[in-house]
């Protein structure tokens, strides 16, 4: 199992590269790119939430190997959400608004 997801692995990488590296890309390619990019993410975080998950696995680890996984982990989604937050300032006005629906005030009375 461990080898053939390596080697998956490794296969998307390669493809993202392929991707990224063309010099001049259209939007749809950009977009393109963008979806394999969060599919890899997803795709890690999956597999990284399976290990965690097994105790059984996790067992195996050293306390010094859980804390690199942990503190690698913990920087990279760091730059990952500072990113979605510089991005989410930079690009909400693309977004319509929706006008939230107002709630019944609720009328109070005597019922006969």
Do not use: C, H
Not at 76 to 91: G, P, V
Request: no cysteine; proline share 2%.
């Amino acid at each position: 199992m461990s080898e053939r997801w390596i080697k998956e692995s490794e296969q998307l990488l390669k493809g993202m590269k392929e991707l990224t590296s063309k010099k001049e890309r259209d939007r749809l390619e950009v977009i393109n790119s963008i979806l394999l990019t969060l599919n890899a993410l997803e795709r890690s975080v999956v597999g990284w939430r399976s290990w965690v998950e097994n105790l059984f696995t996790m067992s195996k680890f050293s306390l010094e190997e859980l804390n690199e996984i942990d503190e690698t982990l913990q920087k990279q989604t760091e730059t990952i959400i500072q990113y979605d937050i510089k991005a989410t300032k930079r690009l909400k006005d693309k977004f319509p608004r929706i006008p939230q629906r107002r709630t019944r005030e609720r009328v109070r009375g005597i019922y006969i």
